[in-house]
């Protein structure tokens, strides 16, 4: 890397939908200075939407408002490069590349995998984890998983490997994913030779970790089937107020940061995130003061935080030319990279080079 040479960052999230409170505190505040210190791809995953039951018509209408959600949240799209993965060529060839040094038993032992086709009524028999042996427990006309369910992990990892990307944001449930992507890339480069950088997580500075509403033990997720639970981008001020006025606290009245009062301290980190305060500020500022003052506060600080975030998505979502523009310029400048990746990669495969 020359001295003028950011290191690469590359975010991936699939277009399922909104944002959560959760995904804003942990990720989107960390992304003002993760501009400034790498040069950053991020990429809507389509490709990997398709893995399950899906209406096309709803992922595309999705693609569009994750790429608004993220300028509206300030990620400017002069300082980074915004794109569709399904708009650049390379990452379904390189995908295909590393499926063929992956074995198959690395792909069935992976948790989200198993825990994706326990949902279809899969259980992987267990003495038999490196065959394709799946144990089907519920009806017969639904026994089937599709391959690319199993192959995602090669999608993902072919994702990061084509930008050669120094740095992963992932969640907790990808580390498996992102491990499984450093062995290819290490697989690849001592078969071959040296090609692939061996990405690291990326762990940004306000990592603070917002668990649910509804049971403060559990991350705050947006795959949570309790919509109570979760705080999204884009929920109402209504609803938003009313989520947060009836979050699970315990039966005591102390405003204070601690282990036994999970459902307290999680309003506290929400708090603290969004205003800057302190544990302490904000203790002696509810000192004396009931649970429900304390809620109706929180409530308060997240509806002004996400009022202007609300109004830009909308604004935005009318304004499709300039959200197009965004993602044409985004997968220019992704596919420019993708491409010399690529290259480089099917020369060292022993692919015949193309005929110009
Ligand atoms: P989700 O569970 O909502 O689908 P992901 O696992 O896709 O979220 O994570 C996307 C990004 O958001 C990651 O960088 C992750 O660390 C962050 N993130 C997700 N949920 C939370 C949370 N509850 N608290 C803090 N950060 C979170
Ligand atoms: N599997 C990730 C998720 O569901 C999304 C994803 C796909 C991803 N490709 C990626 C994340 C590459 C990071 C890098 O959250």
Same mark, same amino acid.
């Given at each position: 890397m020359s001295k003028d040479q950011k290191p690469v960052v590359l975010t991936c999230a699939q277009p399922t939908g909104q944002l959560t409170l959760g995904n804003y505190i942990g990720a989107v505040l960390n992304w003002e200075k993760m501009l400034q210190d790498y040069e950053c791809y991020f990429g809507i995953v389509d490709m990997h939407a398709i893995t399950v039951d899906y209406k096309p018509s709803e992922l595309r209408k999705n693609t569009l408002s994750c790429v608004a959600q993220y300028i509206a949240c300030g990620l400017d799209p002069e300082k980074s490069h915004q794109f569709i993965q399904s708009h650049v060529t390379g990452h379904a060839e390189l995908a295909w590349i590393l499926s063929c040094i992956c074995p198959i038993g690395e792909l069935q032992r992976m948790t989200q995998f198993k825990e994706k086709a326990a949902k279809l009524g899969f259980q992987i028999d267990k003495e038999s984890e490196n065959n394709l042996k799946l144990e089907h427990t519920g009806a017969p006309s639904q026994a089937s998983i599709n391959a690319g369910l199993l192959y995602y992990p090669i999608l993902m990892a072919a994702d990061i490997l084509l930008y050669n990307a120094d740095r992963v944001p992932v969640g907790e449930d990808q580390k498996q994913h992102l491990e499984l992507c450093r062995d290819l890339a290490n697989r690849f480069n001592n078969k071959y *030779? +040296?090609?692939f950088t061996i990405p690291e997580p990326f762990i940004g500075t306000t990592g603070a970790r917002i668990m649910s509403l509804a049971d403060p033990t559990k991350k705050m997720s947006? *795959? +949570?089937?309790?919509?109570?639970g979760t705080l999204f981008l884009l929920d109402e001020p209504s609803i938003l107020k009313k989520k947060i006025m009836s979050a699970v606290t315990d039966s005591g009245s102390d405003i204070i940061a601690s282990d036994d009062k999970p459902g307290i301290q999680n309003l506290l980190t929400i708090l603290g995130s969004l205003t800057g305060k302190s544990n302490q500020e904000l203790e002696d500022k509810f000192s004396g003061k009931g649970y429900g003052e304390f809620k109706k506060s929180v409530s308060e600080s997240v509806i002004e935080k996400l009022e202007p975030i609300q109004k830009r998505y909308h604004e935005l979502m009318t304004d499709k030319i300039y959200l197009e523009s965004v993602l044409k310029s985004g997968a220019e400048a992704a596919q420019k990279r993708a491409f010399k990746i690529l290259s480089k990669v099917s020369r060292k495969s022993g692919y015949y080079e193309r005929i110009r």
């Amino acid at each position: 890397m020359s001295k003028d040479q950011k290191p690469v960052v590359l975010t991936c999230a699939q277009p399922t939908g909104q944002l959560t409170l959760g995904n804003y505190i942990g990720a989107v505040l960390n992304w003002e200075k993760m501009l400034q210190d790498y040069e950053c791809y991020f990429g809507i995953v389509d490709m990997h939407a398709i893995t399950v039951d899906y209406k096309p018509s709803e992922l595309r209408k999705n693609t569009l408002s994750c790429v608004a959600q993220y300028i509206a949240c300030g990620l400017d799209p002069e300082k980074s490069h915004q794109f569709i993965q399904s708009h650049v060529t390379g990452h379904a060839e390189l995908a295909w590349i590393l499926s063929c040094i992956c074995p198959i038993g690395e792909l069935q032992r992976m948790t989200q995998f198993k825990e994706k086709a326990a949902k279809l009524g899969f259980q992987i028999d267990k003495e038999s984890e490196n065959n394709l042996k799946l144990e089907h427990t519920g009806a017969p006309s639904q026994a089937s998983i599709n391959a690319g369910l199993l192959y995602y992990p090669i999608l993902m990892a072919a994702d990061i490997l084509l930008y050669n990307a120094d740095r992963v944001p992932v969640g907790e449930d990808q580390k498996q994913h992102l491990e499984l992507c450093r062995d290819l890339a290490n697989r690849f480069n001592n078969k071959y *030779s +040296d090609t692939f950088t061996i990405p690291e997580p990326f762990i940004g500075t306000t990592g603070a970790r917002i668990m649910s509403l509804a049971d403060p033990t559990k991350k705050m997720s947006k *795959s +949570d089937v309790n919509r109570n639970g979760t705080l999204f981008l884009l929920d109402e001020p209504s609803i938003l107020k009313k989520k947060i006025m009836s979050a699970v606290t315990d039966s005591g009245s102390d405003i204070i940061a601690s282990d036994d009062k999970p459902g307290i301290q999680n309003l506290l980190t929400i708090l603290g995130s969004l205003t800057g305060k302190s544990n302490q500020e904000l203790e002696d500022k509810f000192s004396g003061k009931g649970y429900g003052e304390f809620k109706k506060s929180v409530s308060e600080s997240v509806i002004e935080k996400l009022e202007p975030i609300q109004k830009r998505y909308h604004e935005l979502m009318t304004d499709k030319i300039y959200l197009e523009s965004v993602l044409k310029s985004g997968a220019e400048a992704a596919q420019k990279r993708a491409f010399k990746i690529l290259s480089k990669v099917s020369r060292k495969s022993g692919y015949y080079e193309r005929i110009r």
